[in-house]
Antibody, heavy 121, light 106 residues
Framework: EVQLLESGGGLVQPGGSLRLSCAAS????????LSWVRQAPGKGLEWVSA????????YYADSVKGRFTISRDNSQNTLFLQMYSLRGEDTAVYYC??????????????WGRGTLVTVSS | ETVMTQSPATLSVSPGERAALSCRAS??????LAWYQQKPGQAPRLLIY???TRATGIPARFSGSGSGTEFTLTISSLQSEDFAVYYC?????????FGQGTKLEI
């Protein structure tokens, strides 16, 4: 059974930083690209970032480029999202999801429960 | 960027009736279109990928159709557990993107 457990969310002031983690199990972690998708309160879904299976390729939405860094530890089956210079519009539930179609063309068949990031003073 | 537009924003239907949800892409996405269901407080659940292929464990009352720029999710006979928000997602063009959602209500 695929399990994804996001953690690291919380309340942070504008301009602050936060690091999210996603612990994965139930699939061959190092064979899959992974993505972060977020959802602002009461809003729709927004793709944030993706990383290739090896970790050599990283990709970002324009809204977070230069502020967020995605990485992974294939030895620990864990995905990360380092977030800097946080803004109010980054407030959202952040989900991690395996990307069976790779980084460029994928739907998401498994989702974690998400972790809430709140950016507010 | 490919813009995904869902309609209607809210659809009111009675249990047992049929519902048809629409998703339009601003440029062709071929058949690289997925549908998700989301209930309050839960993560999205994949229903359909490849425009018409049901995901594992999805009941046959859910069906997807369309290609290019026009897509439809049809729920043939609504059950109480189907009332939720539905999102479409295109994954053909970079960057991938989601529609704004259709709320299916009783």
């Amino acid at each position: 059974e695929v399990q994804l457990l996001e953690s690291g969310g919380g309340l942070v002031q504008p301009g602050g930083s936060l690091r999210l983690s996603c612990a994965a199990s139930g699939f061959t972690f190092n064979k899959f690209a992974l993505s972060w998708v977020r959802q602002a309160p009461g809003k729709g879904l927004e793709w944030v970032s993706a990383i290739s299976a090896s970790g050599s390729g990283t990709y970002y939405a324009d809204s977070v480029k230069g502020r967020f860094t995605i990485s992974r530890d294939n030895s620990q089956n864990t995905l990360f999202l380092q977030m800097y210079s946080l803004r109010g519009e980054d407030t959202a539930v952040y989900y991690c999801a395996p990307s069976p179609g790779g980084v460029f063309r994928s739907y998401y068949d498994y989702w974690g429960r998400g972790t809430l990031v709140t950016v507010s003073s | 960027e490919t813009v995904m537009t869902q309609s209607p924003a809210t659809l009111s239907v009675s249990p047992g009736e049929r519902a048809a949800l629409s998703c339009r892409a601003s440029q062709s996405v071929w058949s690289n279109l997925a549908w998700y269901q989301q209930k309050p407080g839960q993560a999205p659940r994949l229903l359909i990928y490849g425009a018409s292929t049901r995901a594992t464990g999805i009941p046959a009352r859910f069906s997807g159709s369309g290609s290019g720029t026009e897509f439809t999710l049809t729920i043939s006979s609504l059950q109480s557990e189907d009332f939720a928000v539905y999102y479409c997602q295109q994954y053909n063009n970079w960057p991938q993107g989601f529609g704004q959602g259709t709320k299916l209500e009783i």
